[in-house]
């Protein structure tokens, strides 16, 4: 089965510029999670999907992030005007149906995109 | 608010030595799930393991051994007969149920087997 799939796997851009990253979660998976992943804060939840629905996006930096999951199989995340402080890796994790049994909690997460912004 | 420390910024240990990973949390709620996940050098997270509150049974496999103690809040991590491609970092996490999926995140142990 395939595993969470994002992509860019790495993007270089230059201030000021938008970026969007997207992932497909694995197939028949409820939740999507984004996460942030950089050396001074470590691993960082930006925002969670359950069903396509926003359920908290306490975690997203300022206005210049969004995400998006407009159907099942794709999420976007969204970046504009990126700033080199937004320079990370970004994670993509689902989860399965929170009624689907007992590893409803484990969450799987995609390769991760590389962002550099210089 | 729920929480993972993990202590050992970096642990580098000789080929075939067991080493032991130290994971400590806190959480006000009474059903929780722990987890164990792999960085490897390529960047992916890879998921070992998941407890959850309920099961205070260790677990072994292969290599690999979890040890969860309720009562010191711990759930601690151990390789036995360590390998070069054990080389990566873990993280340990905690998601509890009262906190809608939310996974916390421990800094993580950069281990290093050295040949």
């Known amino acids: 089965d395939a595993g969470v799939i994002q992509s860019p796997r790495h993007e270089v851009t230059e201030m000021g510029q938008e970026v969007t990253l997207r992932c497909k979660p694995i197939s028949g998976h409820n939740s999507l999670f984004w996460y942030r992943q950089t050396m001074m804060r470590g691993l960082e939840l930006l925002i969670y999907?359950?069903?396509?629905?926003?359920?908290?996006d306490s975690g997203m930096p300022e206005d210049r992030f969004s995400a998006k999951m407009p159907n099942a199989s794709f999420s976007t995340l969204k970046i504009q005007p990126s700033e080199p402080r937004d320079s990370a890796v970004y994670f993509c994790?689902?989860?399965?149906?929170?009624?689907?049994?007992?590893?409803?909690?484990?969450?799987?997460f995609g390769p991760g995109t590389r962002l550099l912004v210089l | 608010a729920q929480k993972v420390t993990q202590a050992q910024t970096e642990i580098s240990v000789v080929e075939k030595e067991d080493v032991t990973l130290d994971c400590v949390y806190e959480?006000?709620?009474?059903?929780?799930?722990l987890f164990w996940y792999k960085q490897p050098p390529s960047g992916e997270l890879v998921f070992l393991i998941r407890?959850?509150?309920?099961?205070?049974q260790n677990e072994i496999s292969g290599r690999y051994s979890w040890n969860f103690q309720k009562s010191t809040s711990s759930f601690n991590f151990t390789i036995t007969a360590s390998q070069v491609v054990d080389s990566a970092v873990y993280f340990c996490a905690l998601v509890e149920r009262q906190g809608a999926q939310k996974l916390v995140f421990g800094q993580g142990t950069r281990l290093t087997i050295n040949p």
């Open positions: 959480t006000r709620d009474t059903t929780y799930y």
């Open positions: 994790a689902s989860t399965p149906d929170p009624l689907a049994g007992p590893y409803r909690e484990t969450q799987y």
């Open positions: 999907f359950n069903n396509n629905v926003p359920i908290d």
């Open positions: 407890r959850n509150s309920f099961d205070e």
